[in-house]
């Protein structure tokens, strides 16, 4: 049974409530475009310099240490009241290891945590800096399969 | 009173649209706008989300919505109920727009009117998936959102039939595929009463109801294939003739009247290998075999390495096990019993479809008990971009696993087996339907079962390897 030889028979009547529903949707996409959207894109603070270094180094799965250095430009140390780590996979549907970073020395921050899966992460370090500006920087890096 | 050759009258069985409540707010002429509504908001939130918020996969519902609950929990309702996700899809909701705006009623071209379009979309997705790491991109995952809502409505506006669910969306293929291994499916009531129907409501639409977009006649329908469970066709039928009924497990597998056709049993095997190859693209093994291809044959590009891949796992490995497995089974056949390859093909096939679904259940089950709760601080944090605390005034990204992680092996490997044992279940009883001696029919099936057996270790190889996802981050923060 087909209807390829039938005309259409009545009008398709949710037509118009079809309708109002994309349009509604599409009107409440429009109003939180028009909300004005926080940015959590990285701060730059051009004038602080963050470098780290991972062990084991390639970094690998498994327990891992960071550590993670603020430096001026003219390469003094920068102290921080507090310094986080968050670690994402670049893919979706993985909970972040959180650690939080201790001072060993003057600007240079250890953490300590374990690597869940190897692959492609990305290290998301924010830090209140004694001057009170906020730093948050955002850091490639792959994690190989353990050795 | 029945004529002779009237349909035999209706036995009693559990029918979903007779529950107390439940089949009244299904039955409802305004529940399936309803459904597409509320999955309408979550595509909006994809699109914005997805194009304006963080590029970070796992901070943004874009990504965490599509890849990780869209696609665990359509495999949960295919498993428990059907197609519900057809049932509602947003997609289909420019439909109504295209249709007041474009000019419907041609007939998709006839040499398309099968499911090879649909495997090539399927094709097309997972390649772009691996090659473009669409799982690690909000913005992508956008993008191809929007690219379904375009394609369907661009359809709608011009073919009649609903092509876009029934020939063309790839996610439409994946869910009618499974749902005939699904316990529910549209049935008449009472046959007699549509033999004596001449409005033919169902089909043709009411004054009030659209008919079946797809062109299922209820009396007429014994598969799940195409269905799209809108239920229009209960809410046109002037008779209250139309059911929802629970079946035997497995009926439609082993009722030994799947279609001969080449483009169904592909879209079986395809999907089971599609499973496999999808899953091999997130361990270590995967850059060995491209490390080999760009040493050895010069392929410097990443989308062309992937494309070979794909070729050869999608296409080539199916294609050879799907005939390979026909020519065998046929030569295994007595010649005075002999059937063609195809029909052979059309016995068989329907094993991959629980085998099949177990490799999905296994990757998508994965990464849902892994980051199920990974939305709560996606959703939390969203809201505190703009301004609103309705869910806690900081995201809580401890959030994570909804299962225990040491259980999400044992899962996988249960849902494997489980898929390959019902698989063999299945080739079991389309031989012993044959009628030949259970020695002939054991033969007969065998080169299936091999199939089936070496698919079932290479996804136990697969799922036994730890994961190593790459993807390129474009844009974090």
């Known amino acids: ?32 475009g028009a909300c004005q959207r926080r940015s959590r894109s990285a701060d730059p603070l051009a004038d602080v310099e963050l470098t780290f270094a991972v062990e084991p180094s390639p ?89 | 009173m ?6 035999p009258a209706p036995s009693p069985r559990f029918d979903l649209l007779r529950i107390p409540w439940i089949g009244r707010a299904l039955r409802w002429r305004w529940s399936r706008l309803v459904l597409q509504g509320l999955f309408l908001i979550v595509a909006a939130l994809v699109l914005y989300d997805g194009l304006t918020g963080p590029q970070l996969a796992p901070a943004n519902s874009a990504t965490v919505l599509v890849w990780v609950h869209y696609r665990g929990f359509v495999a949960l309702a295919l498993l428990l109920a059907g197609n519900l996700f057809c049932a509602a899809c947003p997609f289909a909701l420019p439909r109504t727009l295209a249709r007041r705006f474009g000019r419907p009623g041609r007939r998709f071209p006839r040499h398309l009117r099968n499911k090879w379009v649909s495997l090539a979309g399927l094709f097309l997705i997972f390649w772009l998936y691996e090659w473009l790491d669409l799982w690690a991109s909000p913005m992508l995952t956008a993008w191809l959102v929007a690219a379904y809502f375009a394609g369907s409505f661009l359809l709608e506006a011009i073919f009649s039939e609903s092509p876009f669910c029934k020939y063309v969306c790839p996610l439409g293929a994946f869910n009618f595929n499974y749902a005939t291994a699904s316990p529910l499916i549209i049935a008449a009531r009472d046959p007699n009463v549509c033999h004596d129907c001449r409005g033919k409501e169902c089909l043709r639409g009411s004054h009030a109801v659209s008919g079946c977009g797809t062109e299922l006649f209820v009396p007429q329908i014994r598969s799940n294939m ?6 229009d066709c209960s809410r046109a039928c002037p008779y209250d003739n139309v059911a929802l009924v629970a079946r035997r497990p497995l009926a439609e597998l082993t009722a ?18 599609f499973a496999l190859s999808n899953a091999f693209g997130m361990v270590p093994p995967i850059r060995a075999v491209q490390a080999w291809l760009q040493d050895h044959f010069g392929l410097n590009s990443d989308g062309v390495r992937l494309l070979v891949l794909f070729a050869v796992g999608d296409v080539a490995l199916p294609a050879l096990t799907l005939l390979g497995a026909a020519w065998a089974s046929r030569r295994l056949t007595p ?15 329907p094993a991959f479809v629980p ?16 980051g199920g709760l990974t939305i709560v601080p996606v959703l939390q944090a969203f809201l505190l971009d703009h301004g609103l605390a309705w869910l806690g005034a900081s995201p809580d990204w401890s959030l994570g696993a909804l299962l225990p992680l040491e259980w999400i092996f044992r899962l996988q490997v249960a849902a494997v087996l489980g898929g390959f044992f019902v698989g063999l279940a299945v080739l079991a009883r389309s031989a012993l339907r044959t009628g030949l001696p259970p020695a002939q029919a054991l033969r007969q099936l065998l ?7 070496l698919v079932t270790i290479a996804a136990l190889s697969i799922f036994n390897l730890p994961m190593d996802m790459r993807g390129t981050v474009r844009g974090s923060g």
Request: glycine share 8%.
């Open chain 1, 1 to 32: 049974m087909s209807r390829s030889n039938h005309a259409e028979p009545f009008p398709r009547p949710t037509t118009r409530a079809g309708s109002l529903a994309l349009l509604a949707a599409v009107g409440l996409a429009l109003m939180l």
């Open chain 1, 59 to 147: 970094a690998a799965f498994g327990p891992a240490r960071l550590t993670f250095t603020l430096t001026d430009a003219s390469g003094a140390p920068v102290p921080a009241e507090s310094f986080g780590l968050r670690a994402d996979m670049t893919h979706a549907g993985m909970a972040p290891v959180l650690a939080a970073g201790t001072e060993v020395a003057p600007g240079e921050y250890r953490v300590e945590l374990e690597w869940s899966m190897a692959g492609d992460w990305v290290l998301t370090v924010e830090a209140l800096l004694a001057d009170g500006r906020s730093l948050t920087r955002a850091i490639p890096l792959t994690v190989e399969p353990a050795p």
């Open chain 2, 2 to 7: 029945p004529t002779p050759d009237a349909p």
């Open chain 2, 226 to 231: 195409d269905c799209v469970l809108c239920l």
């Open chain 2, 256 to 273: 030994g009247n799947w279609p001969q056709r080449w483009d169904r049993a592909f879209l079986v095997v395809g999907l089971t290998f």
């Open chain 2, 335 to 349: 010649r005075a019993a002999r059937p063609s390859m195809k029909s052979l093909a059309s016995r068989y096939v």
């Open chain 2, 355 to 370: 085998a099949g679904f177990g490799l999905w259940l296994a990757h998508y089950g994965f990464h849902v008990a892994v």
């Open chain 2, 447 to 453: 080169p299936w079962a091999l199939a089936l057996t």
